[in-house]
C-alpha cells in the first residue's frame, strides 16, 4: 500500500508527496509537529499540516534568508533569529567567523528537540557557544530590545497559529526599535501566486514599508512551498540590498553555497510584473 502525504495549497490544489515512513508525530502546547521520510525529498518537516522544510530543497530558502542581508552588511556582530527551530538560519549564519552573538526566540521547545533528533543536516549547529536560545514569544521577545542587533530574521510560520503576531505592524515597530542604526531585518513574505497567500503578502509588505525607509522584496523557487514561488523582504534605515551589495567582499569569503550568489542575490529583487503589480499599491519608495 502506498502512503501519500497531502498539504492543501488553496481548496483546489495540493501538494502530495509520497511517504516511506512516518518518523514522528506529537502535540505540543502551539501545534501538530510531524517528520516523514520520503523517496524524493528526504525527511520533511510538518507543522499543523503544512510542509516547513524537506532536507531536498531546505537549503534553497535558509540561504536565501541569510546571505542577502550577510552580503550587504559589512559588519554583523550581533544577530536576532525569530522562529527557526529547525537550526537552518543558525546553520548559514554560523559560517560567518565575524558574527558574535546569536540570540535564537522559538516559542515552541519541542520543535527544535524533534529536528535535533530528525533533521540533523539543519540543526547541526545549535549547540555553537555563540548561539543563544530562548524559548518565549519572539513578539514579546523583541518588545524589551532597543539597539541592540545588526541583524534581525524573521523565519516564521504562516501568518496564523503560533506565527500570527509576527505580521503585524507592533511587530514590525518592534524590530525597528531592536536594530542598530544602521540595521536591516528581513522576513518570509510568502507566496504571491494564490490569492489568499497574496493577500498575506500585500498585508505585510504595507506594514513593513510604513515602519522602514528602504524595504524591497526578493524572490526564490523553492518547490515544496505554495506554488513554488516564494518571496522574501529586506528592510533597512540604511542600506539598499542591490545598490550596497558588495559582491567583492562576499566572494573573497569562499563559502560553499548551493542556491545563493551574488549573481542571483542582483536578479532576485527583479521581480515578474505581476509580483511588482501586486506590491505596486503598498509601496511607498521607489
Known amino acids: 500500500m502506498e502512503l501519500w502525504f497531502s498539504e492543501p495549497h488553496t481548496p483546489n490544489v495540493k501538494l502530495s508527496i509520497r511517504v516511506d515512513r512516518q518518523l514522528y508525530s506529537g502535540e505540543s502546547d502551539f501545534q501538530r509537529i510531524d517528520v516523514f521520510e520520503s523517496p524524493e525529498f528526504g525527511r520533511f518537516l510538518v ?97 524589551a530590545q532597543e539597539d541592540a542587533y545588526d541583524l534581525i530574521i524573521v523565519d516564521s510560520t504562516d501568518p496564523f497559529g503560533p506565527g500570527e503576531g509576527l505580521f503585524t505592524k507592533e511587530f514590525y515597530g518592534n524590530c525597528y526599535k531592536a536594530l542598530k542604526e544602521d540595521g536591516i531585518m528581513v522576513n518570509q513574505h510568502e507566496s504571491p501566486f494564490y ?28 518547490p515544496t512551498y505554495p506554488s513554488g514561488h516564494w518571496l522574501f523582504g529586506f528592510a533597512s534605515r540604511k542600506y539598499h540590498p542591490v545598490h550596497d551589495l558588495d559582491r567583492e567582499r562576499w566572494m573573497n569569503r569562499e563559502l560553499d553555497t548551493r542556491y545563493y550568489t551574488p549573481k542571483l542575490h542582483e536578479g532576485a529583487f527583479c521581480l515578474p510584473a505581476y509580483v511588482e503589480k501586486l506590491l505596486r499599491g503598498v509601496e511607498i519608495h521607489e
Open 195 to 222: 490569492e489568499a497567500d497574496a493577500t498575506a503578502c500585500m498585508r505585510a509588505h504595507k506594514r513593513i514599508v510604513e515602519t522602514f525607509p528602504i524595504s524591497r522584496v526578493y524572490q526564490a523557487h523553492i
Open 47 to 143: 507543522l499543523d499540516g503544512y510542509i516547513m522544510l524537506t532536507e531536498k530543497d531546505e537549503f534553497i530558502y535558509h540561504e536565501m534568508i541569510v546571505h542577502v542581508p550577510m552580503a550587504v552588511h559589512p559588519n554583523v556582530k550581533r544577530v536576532l533569529v525569530i522562529g527557526a527551530g529547525d537550526g537552518g538560519v543558525v546553520r548559514e549564519l554560523t559560517k560567518y567567523p565575524e558574527i558574535e552573538h546569536i540570540d535564537l526566540v522559538e516559542i515552541d521547545e519541542m520543535v527544535i528537540r524533534v529536528c535535533r533528533e530528525f533533521l540533523p543536516g539543519t540543526s547541526c549547529r545549535m549547540e555553537e557557544e555563540r548561539v543563544h536560545i530562548h524559548y518565549e514569544d519572539g513578539l514579546k521577545y523583541v518588545r
